[in-house]
């Protein structure tokens, strides 16, 4: 069974800290990604990766920054944590050679900037 | 670029009827595709069916179905005989032309009623 699992459900940190979500995926897949998702807006992409130690920007990079020093770890840095990143965070990880490359995604973490 | 639209913020069905959910979509590709996903309360994203440009029939996954018209940019999902458990925030998404990357829709909330 296909398995995506994130470092919390929930996190409470407070402003100017840093922030360490993690994302493992079981699956051997190439591809990795970060979203965070607002009422509203849907899942925004933040940054994705496609190899280790690549890493591309995604449609809101600004305030955050990945790390992929492992092909099943995919880690998300909040350098200085603000309010305005209170959010939903999805990690999702997919495979060039999967049937139609669907994405497949951790249970989120709860992030709550203080 | 990619973009998704789902106008119904929120939809109400009864129990054991049929619901469409609305879903238009904007691309320069040739060659796409189609996904929704489920999101329950509690956070984790469930990939429920998809469609490739190409496919001559609409895509069927047991109670769900992909009304897919081409001509109208549009890809309805209908979910027939709904249940309890259908309640949750459905997402529309496309890939998009670079990359592996989705670009989601605002979401759908669904409530079944008893």
């Known amino acids: 069974d296909v398995k995506v699992t994130q470092s919390s459900r929930y996190l409470v940190k407070r402003t100017g800290e840093k922030v360490f979500l993690e994302c493992v995926q079981d699956?051997?897949?190439?591809?990795m990604f970060w979203y965070r998702q607002d009422p509203g807006l849907g899942l925004r992409l933040i940054y994705f990766s496609y190899d280790v130690k690549m890493k591309e920007k995604g449609d809101i990079p600004e305030g955050y920054s990945v790390s992929r020093e492992k092909k099943e770890r995919f880690s998300l840095i909040l350098e200085s944590a603000s309010t305005n990143q209170t959010s939903m965070y999805l990690c999702?990880?997919?495979?060039?050679?999967?049937?139609?490359?669907?994405?497949?995604f951790g249970p989120g973490t709860r992030l709550t900037v203080l | 670029a990619q973009k998704i639209t789902q106008t119904q913020p929120g939809m109400f069905v009864q129990e054991k009827e049929a619901v469409t959910l609305d879903c238009t979509y904007d691309t320069s590709d040739p060659s796409y595709g189609l996904f929704w996903y489920k999101q329950p309360s509690s956070g984790e994203m469930i990939f429920l069916i998809y469609?490739?440009?190409?496919?001559?029939q609409n895509a069927t996954e047991g109670r769900y179905s992909l009304n897919f018209q081409k001509a109208r940019k549009s890809a309805n999902l209908v979910i027939s005989a709904s249940q309890l458990g259908d309640s949750a925030m459905y997402f529309c998404?496309?890939?998009?032309?670079?990359?592996?990357?989705?670009?989601f829709g605002a979401g759908t909330i669904l409530r079944v009623k008893s």
């Open positions: 999702a990880s997919s495979t060039t050679s999967g049937r139609f490359n669907e994405q497949f």
């Open positions: 699956m051997d897949h190439e591809n």
């Open positions: 469609q490739g440009s190409y496919d001559q």
């Open positions: 998404a496309i890939p998009s032309a670079y990359g592996n990357k989705l670009v």
